[in-house]
């Protein structure tokens, strides 16, 4: 036999209507579960959309579940309660699309993988860069170096005037 449970609505009711006696917390393997007395009746509570009776994973949660449905005191029974034995809710079609998504450049072979990478990289930061071949000059990072002769250089034109990105003058 089936046992009858009440859902959320109907215990909002009954503590509107200040029929609940009392409420009863108990610790299982799976968390806790909440059950109901009113008028010669006990209840468990159901889950909205299984039916089957609620279970909360942790106890804080389920106390204000009760506060937000004004129910301020119950009984505790903790004596089957027991964390070791819940199980954790996996999601392997959330673990399959997060691990098709890049891989990081150390994990790659060969350096024209890691140039595809880099111009993906690239393309993602700057999408204007795919009407040409190079950034746009205005976003055109200065790199810091030694030019032909042997000077050093900070700047797109090699007379140290600029740092960080090109800015156009």
């Given at each position: 036999m089936a046992t009858e449970t009440i859902d959320h609505t109907t215990l909002h009711r009954l503590v509107e209507a200040g029929a609940v006696r009392a409420a009863h917390v108990l610790g299982t393997s799976g968390g806790w579960a909440l059950t109901v007395k009113f008028g010669?009746?006990?209840r468990p509570l159901a889950a909205q959309r299984?039916?089957?009776?609620?279970l909360f994973k942790k106890l804080e949660t389920l106390v204000s579940y009760l506060k937000d449905v004004g129910i301020a005191q119950f009984d505790v029974d903790a004596s089957n309660y027991s964390p070791?034995?819940?199980?954790?809710?996996t999601r392997p079609d959330r673990s399959a699309a997060?691990?098709?998504r890049m891989k990081p450049l150390h994990t790659m072979r060969g350096s024209g993988n890691r140039f595809r990478h880099l111009l993906m990289i690239l393309d993602r930061l700057y999408p204007m860069r795919k009407q040409g071949n190079a950034l746009p000059r205005e976003?055109?990072?200065c790199v810091?170096?030694?030019?032909?002769s042997g000077m050093e250089t900070n700047g797109p034109d090699g007379?140290?005037?600029y740092h960080g990105l090109y800015q156009p003058g």
């Open positions: 010669l009746n006990e299984s039916r089957q009776i609620r070791e034995s819940q199980t954790r809710n997060l691990k098709g976003r055109m990072p810091r170096g030694r030019d032909a007379q140290g005037k």
